[in-house]
């Protein structure tokens, strides 16, 4: 009996355990069912938003509009010219209207050769030539443009009759604006007088008070003569005949392009704008062409017309200015205007006075050799004034920015080109030394 309830014990105590672990059990499996740990957890609500910020000032933004899409603007003709024996880019430049450094970067040239039957491209404008700055306080003087943002460079007009002048206040211009329109009126004058035209239209005039930025500080004047535009130095340097001659000069090309004809060659359109730019001053101190071509031909150092010629500006280029103005005035003497007319677009030599460029060219030689100037001194003494001059000019713009000290070198080195435009050498000497004092520096 003893042993029986033993057994009972042990198999109470047996199965009160395993009832103990069943019920834990099942409690775990309430408690993992409750919590579910494998569910994905719900993304965190959105942060509360805030009201937008008010700009103090400043009205409800606009809704923003749709950008349309950007068009392509249509790209002009691309204007060519296939090169000619004998041409130069100066030449194909004053032909069409445009300036050697547009033409050069157009076609990717790095020097001034060309061969005949090239095609160069011809730009429709010549590139804006951008001005270098420089600091006030190193020195207040900036070039004047050609190209670029006219009306911020020349702000101040004068409306005339015919034309409209643009220039800068404070300068030379500015103070003698009256007398630079009495010099444009009589050039037109003279110049419609001088060919039998009549310039129908305005032209304007852009006035500078500086010298032209590089590469163009050789200039005294441009004429843009497509785009009726005329630009002329006036910056207190030269003297009155001076500055009525560039004015004719320049004004010659627009008005003989817009009535005669685009030019064939720039032999013809500055020997044009050289005879009647010069018969205009005839009786002022200046020293006719004539004078200059009677010296270099004695001196053996007349230009060859019918050899491809630079006009790179009067500066450095005079004898073959004036070379091709005494031609000009050789054939209108001889043949009269008339027929010199229909030359000028042309080239037509051959057609309108029987003889060829260098026949007639030959022609023209023998008549100075027997029809010589008076010479007031040596022939070769002229010549070396001339070098002597434009060498000067060479070294002054090579690097100027316009201190106070090249200015005052510019004033004697254009002092110097009075004399010699004058025909007073030794004063050409002692501006340029400075040996001596220096006549109106």
């Known amino acids: 009996m003893v042993k029986m309830r033993k057994h009972s014990s042990t198999r109470d105590i047996l199965l009160g355990f395993a009832a103990g672990i069943v019920l834990g059990l099942l409690l775990l499996a309430a408690i993992l069912l409750v919590a579910r740990p494998w569910a994905v957890a719900p993304p965190p609500p959105p942060p509360p938003t805030s009201p937008p910020a008010t700009v103090v000032g400043a009205g409800p933004s606009p809704s923003p509009s749709p950008v349309p899409p950007p068009t392509a603007s249509p790209t002009p003709p691309v204007q060519t010219y296939t090169v000619q024996e004998g041409d130069t880019l100066w030449d194909i430049a004053a032909r069409m209207d445009t300036t050697v450094q547009a033409i050069q970067a157009a076609n990717g040239l790095t020097g001034d050769t060309i061969y005949p039957g090239q095609v160069l491209i011809i730009p429709s404008s010549s590139p804006a030539v951008p001005v270098p700055s420089t600091p006030a306080a190193a020195s207040p003087w900036r070039p004047s443009i050609l190209e670029g943002d006219l009306a911020s460079a020349y702000p101040s007009i004068w409306s005339g009759g015919r034309f409209t002048l643009h220039y800068a206040p404070e300068t030379?211009?500015?103070?003698?604006?009256?007398?630079?329109?009495?010099?444009?009126?009589?050039?037109?004058?003279?110049?419609?007088?001088?060919?039998?035209?009549?310039?129908?239209?305005?032209?304007?005039?852009?006035?500078?008070?500086?010298?032209?930025?590089?590469?163009?500080?050789?200039?005294?004047?441009?004429?843009?003569?497509?785009?009726?535009?005329?630009?002329?130095?006036?910056?207190?340097?030269?003297?009155?005949?001076?500055?009525?001659?560039?004015?004719?000069?320049?004004?010659?090309?627009?008005?003989?392009?817009?009535?005669?004809?685009?030019?064939?060659?720039?032999?013809?359109?500055?020997?044009?704008?050289?005879?009647?730019?010069?018969?205009?001053?005839?009786?002022?101190?200046?020293?006719?062409?004539?004078?200059?071509?009677?010296?270099?031909?004695?001196?053996?150092?007349?230009?060859?017309?019918?050899?491809?010629?630079?006009?790179?500006?009067?500066?450095?280029?005079?004898?073959?200015?004036?070379?091709?103005?005494?031609?000009?005035?050789?054939?209108?003497?001889?043949?009269?205007?008339?027929?010199?007319?229909?030359?000028?677009?042309?080239?037509?030599?051959?057609g309108l006075y029987g003889h060829s460029l260098s026949e007639l060219e030959a022609d023209w030689t023998a008549h100075l050799r027997t029809h010589p100037s008076p010479l007031p001194f040596p022939p070769a003494d002229l010549v070396r004034a001339t070098d002597a001059v434009g060498q000067a000019y060479e070294r002054l713009f090579a690097h100027f920015s316009g201190t106070e000290e090249e200015v005052s070198r510019y004033r004697r080195v254009d002092a110097a080109r009075i004399a010699l435009l004058e025909g007073r050498l030794n004063d050409v000497w002692a501006c340029l030394e400075g040996s001596a004092p220096c006549p109106n520096p």
């Not at 010298?211 to 030269?238: E, I």
């Not at 020997?271 to 002022?284: C, D, E, N, R």
Request: hydrophobic share 40%; charged share 15%.
């Open 172 to 350: 030379e211009a500015a103070r003698h604006v009256q007398e630079v329109a009495g010099m444009v009126a009589r050039a037109l004058d003279h110049i419609e007088q001088s060919l039998g035209v009549h310039l129908e239209g305005g032209l304007d005039v852009y006035v500078a008070g500086t010298l032209f930025a590089p590469p163009d500080q050789a200039l005294r004047g441009r004429s843009f003569s497509a785009r009726r535009q005329l630009f002329v130095l006036y910056d207190g340097t030269g003297n009155p005949a001076d500055q009525q001659y560039i004015v004719t000069h320049e004004l010659t090309h627009l008005v003989a392009w817009n009535t005669l004809g685009r030019p064939s060659s720039a032999l013809l359109s500055e020997g044009l704008a050289v005879y009647v730019g010069m018969s205009h001053i005839a009786g002022s101190a200046h020293l006719p062409p004539e004078v200059f071509c009677t010296a270099y031909e004695q001196a053996g150092q007349l230009p060859r017309l019918s050899a491809a010629l630079r006009f790179e500006g009067h500066i450095y280029d005079l004898p073959n200015y004036y070379a091709a103005g005494c031609f000009v005035r050789y054939l209108v003497d001889t043949y009269g205007m008339a027929k010199f007319g229909p030359l000028y677009p042309t080239g037509d030599y051959v």
